[in-house]
């Protein structure tokens, strides 16, 4: 596979020149948030509060994992649904999140956020949780203990596979795949 | 009369469980194998190959193929002349369940309220458990992992007599492009046509229950599952929405008879880990 390398948290040149359908390995930080956290954050900053970590810059993985078994760093951890997390999404890109990683749809309300605030969406291959879990190196719990798999998590992740769906500029990889292969098929 | 005690269904059941995230059926592998020789995207190679070697990792080092390990569904065959001896058959299975997925390190995906989202205490718990009484004195339990990605994707239409089968192939059609790459292609697409509200998204959910590559023994069905087959793998989806010619895995359909009114049509799609397992007691 010819894939990009590229860290996190992610130089804002490099973000500016991936492209949608750039396949990519990421190395460095992310962190975890699905369903519940991101409830819990945004209620945060509707309190005027802070949120458990600094955004600024970071990647988001939207990931519920399974239990690690003894002696595992972490169980199987690929991707869950991004678009349920897209009401909470463009406040947190005005806040500085930079990526995001998870599978699915955006909706139109992240998409123009995006291009306002130069961020990228990755989907990892859902449904590969066990090969996913072997580039996670590290885990440690940050933030919302109780909301064990749901909780806040700081990853350290090695050549993570994934691809750029929708870069800075909005091109969102699924509309043009998609058009691409159904012209191949009509001819 | 036959019978079987429940501490046997809960051992079996707890096994079951664990083996459904664990061991991808070979149907699966096979049908991933032949969507690589025909796939053209690079993109959509790259992805099946490596839902191969997620496969492979998952059953050599027994941990789940998906951090969504389910809602755990069961079909079961009760057989009308066999006494189940210790208690409900419903319990038993609950409990096999909460001990394979607890045994398993297999993920707790559910709530017991769905408005205040109350996680629930049983782990994985309460089933989803429909039971058939059958002739006979044997019991057979057909288990499956259903992830909620799919799941969600999934949707049911009161169709109209006039629209006929194209309004039924439309429908279907549909529902797999809006769902996209959010349900997980490659798919597995259960179709269930007539009964009423309830019972075509129970045929939907039955259905999936057939292994891939297996086709209606009703020839016209057997005929639309192929037809729909080459429609979707058409739309350009491809394996996780990112474009190419593997869209889905199978199409199943079943119909019951229906109200003279009626044309109830349920899709319900399966992901690529289509995690069936049966057992036989």
């Given at each position: 596979m010819c894939a990009n390398k590229v860290s996190s948290p992610i130089d804002e040149q490099v973000l500016i020149s991936l492209k949608a359908g750039d396949r990519v390995l990421i190395s460095g930080t992310i962190y975890t948030a699905r369903d519940a956290a991101h409830k819990r954050m945004s209620e945060a900053l509707q309190k005027g509060e802070d949120l458990p970590?600094?955004?600024?810059?970071q990647t988001i993985y939207y990931v519920g994992p399974t239990p690690a078994k003894p002696g595992q760093i972490i169980g199987s951890a690929g991707p869950t649904t991004s678009g349920r997390m897209d009401k909470y999404t463009p406040s947190l890109l005005d806040r500085g999140l930079k990526g995001m990683i998870g599978k699915g749809y955006r909706s139109q309300e992240v998409i123009d956020s995006m291009k306002k605030n130069k961020a990228v969406y990755f989907a990892a291959i859902g449904g590969s949780g066990a090969l996913i879990a072997r580039s996670i190196k590290s885990m440690e719990v940050i933030a919302y203990e109780d909301l064990g798999p749901e909780a806040i998590y700081k990853l350290t992740v090695e050549n993570f596979p994934a691809v750029v769906i929708i870069d800075s500029e909005g091109t969102d990889w699924y509309q043009v795949g998609k058009e691409q292969f159904k012209q191949q098929a009509d001819q | 009369m036959r019978t079987i005690t429940y501490e046997e269904i809960v051992e079996r059941v707890s096994k079951m469980c664990q083996e459904a995230n664990f061991d991808l059926g070979q149907d699966v592998v096979e049908a991933f194998q032949s969507a690589l020789k025909n796939e053209s995207s690079e993109t959509g190679k790259d992805i099946l190959e490596q839902l191969i070697l997620n496969a492979d990792i998952a059953k050599s080092e027994r941990v789940p193929m998906c951090q969504d390990t389910g809602v755990s569904v069961f079909i079961v065959e009760v057989g009308q002349d066999c006494h189940i001896a210790g208690g409900s058959i419903y319990n038993a299975i609950n409990e096999g369940v909460k001990k394979g997925y607890e045994e398993g390190y297999l993920r707790h995906s559910i709530v017991d309220h769905p408005i205040t989202r109350e996680k629930s205490k049983?782990?994985?718990?309460p089933s989803i458990i429909h039971i058939e009484l059958v002739p006979g004195d044997q019991i057979v339990i057909h288990m499956s992992a259903k992830g909620g990605g799919s799941e969600n994707m999934s949707s049911l239409k009161m169709l109209?007599?006039?629209?006929g089968l194209e309004g039924i192939k439309k429908y279907i059609l549909d529902t797999v492009a809006i769902a996209g790459p959010n349900a997980c292609p490659p798919l597995v697409v259960g179709v269930g046509i007539g009964g009423n509200f309830e019972r075509c998204a129970y045929l939907a959910k039955k259905s999936?229950?057939?292994?891939?590559?297996h086709r209606s023994e009703r020839p016209e069905l057997a005929q639309l599952e192929n037809e729909l087959m080459e429609e979707i793998n058409k739309l350009g989806i491809g394996p996780q929405g990112m474009g190419g010619n593997t869209t889905a895995l199978d199409v199943k359909v079943e119909i019951e008879p229906c109200h003279i009114a009626a044309l109830p049509v349920a899709v319900n799609l399966n992901c690529h880990a289509s995690r069936h397992k049966e057992v036989r007691l």
């Open positions: 970590f600094n955004i600024k810059g | 049983g782990y994985n718990t109209k007599p006039s629209d999936l229950f057939r292994p891939i590559g």
